[in-house]
Nanobody
């Protein structure tokens, strides 16, 4: 079992930065791969980034590559999403998710067993 709680969302202007945090709790959460997804109004939830349980390997959606950085701190059971050069099209509810297969870097939401409640990110033009 794992519980995930996101924070750090807000309203920013285009070009600015924001850092999302996800607090993960649960006995084995340090061995899980962790990912970020987002869902814009009227759209399906989409993959943003993922990191393996070691933190050494990451993968990104093409739309955020070079602007977003995912990282984790297993000592604190935290995962972060640093978002730079934000664009209005990044506006969405951002979700943290956990995959019990710690070495996986999966892009499909069906690969993740545990989800947070989401945090809203709004980027104005």
């Amino acid at each position: 079992q794992a519980q995930l709680v996101e924070s750090g969302g807000g309203l920013v202007q285009a070009g600015e930065s924001l850092r999302l945090s996800c607090a993960a709790s649960g006995r084995a959460v340090g061995t899980y791969a962790l990912g970020w997804f987002r869902q814009a109004p009227g759209k399906e939830r989409e993959f943003v980034a993922a990191v393996t349980w070691t933190g050494y390997s990451t993968v990104y959606a093409d739309s955020v590559k070079g602007r977003f950085t995912i990282s984790r701190d297993n000592a604190k059971n935290m995962v972060y999403l640093q978002m730079n050069s934000l664009k209005p099209e990044d506006t969405a509810v951002y979700y943290c998710a956990a995959d019990r297969r710690g070495s996986g870097l999966h892009r499909g939401e069906w690969e993740y067993e545990y989800w947070g409640q989401g945090t809203q990110v709004t980027v104005s033009s």
